[in-house]
């Protein structure tokens, strides 16, 4: 079963995709425009993320994905020094990851995953501009976790219960990005 996503979902609520996946560095530094990144699971076991409320609500609406919880929060909309956050299906089953843009179009070339676009736009390099940390708290780094092609995206406390606890059975892809949090993530 392979769920598509609905036309009427966008990934980013209100956020048209760029036709560049990084956004200019060139003063002055504006603020990201924060949106809730949310986690589902899909009812075969796998993870989804979105920053669209309408996409989550379809998703577990119509689709039987069941919410897991708010994780971060990512900007819908670009700002100077931003990049993409992008979100990709797996082709043969319902599996998503979270990828940056290099990263994105090299799995998408490969043919074994098809980019659904970018979920939020996070700082490319976030210890450039620390000003932009009054926006939504502090930056949190995010991890990939990987276990018999499910992916999720973890903060560092979940990372190294997942991966490096006695019986863990995940596996660490690397740091993906940093993201906003207000939590002690």
């Given at each position: 079963?392979?769920?598509g996503?609905?036309?009427?979902?966008?990934?980013?609520?209100?956020?048209?995709?760029?036709?560049?996946?990084t956004?200019?560095?060139?003063?002055?530094?504006?603020?990201?425009?924060?949106?809730?990144?949310?986690?589902?699971?899909?009812?075969?076991?796998?993870?989804f993320?979105t920053?669209?409320?309408?996409?989550?609500?379809?998703?577990?609406?119509?689709?039987?994905?069941?919410?897991?919880?708010?994780?971060y929060?990512?900007?819908?909309?670009?700002?100077?020094?931003?990049?993409?956050?992008?979100r990709?299906?797996a082709?043969?089953?319902?599996?998503y990851?979270?990828?940056?843009?290099?990263?994105?179009?090299?799995?998408?070339?490969?043919?074994?995953?098809v980019d659904?676009g970018?979920?939020?736009y996070?700082?490319e390099?976030?210890?450039a501009?620390?000003?932009?940390?009054?926006?939504?708290?502090?930056?949190?780094?995010?991890?990939?976790?990987?276990?018999?092609?499910?992916w999720?995206?973890?903060?560092?406390?979940?990372?190294?219960?997942?991966?490096?606890?006695?019986?863990?059975?995940?596996?660490?892809?690397?740091?993906?990005?940093?993201?906003?949090?207000?939590?002690?993530?």
């Amino acid at each position: 079963m392979t769920v598509g996503l609905t036309q009427a979902a966008s990934p980013v609520d209100a956020s048209p995709l760029t036709a560049s996946h990084t956004a200019a560095v060139d003063p002055p530094v504006t603020s990201p425009q924060l949106a809730e990144l949310y986690e589902l699971a899909t009812p075969i076991d796998g993870y989804f993320y979105t920053a669209s409320v309408a996409e989550r609500d379809t998703m577990i609406r119509d689709h039987g994905f069941r919410f897991v919880g708010q994780v971060y929060s990512v900007s819908r909309t670009t700002f100077p020094g931003s990049t993409g956050l992008h979100r990709l299906r797996a082709v043969d089953r319902d599996a998503y990851l979270l990828a940056l843009p290099e990263e994105a179009d090299a799995l998408e070339d490969g043919g074994a995953f098809v980019d659904q676009g970018v979920v939020g736009y996070v700082d490319e390099d976030p210890d450039a501009y620390s000003s932009r940390l009054s926006v939504g708290g502090k930056l949190a780094d995010i991890f990939r976790i990987s276990k018999a092609g499910v992916w999720r995206v973890v903060n560092t406390r979940l990372m190294d219960q997942l991966c490096f606890e006695p019986g863990a059975t995940w596996t660490l892809d690397g740091l993906l990005a940093d993201v906003w949090t207000t939590s002690g993530a």
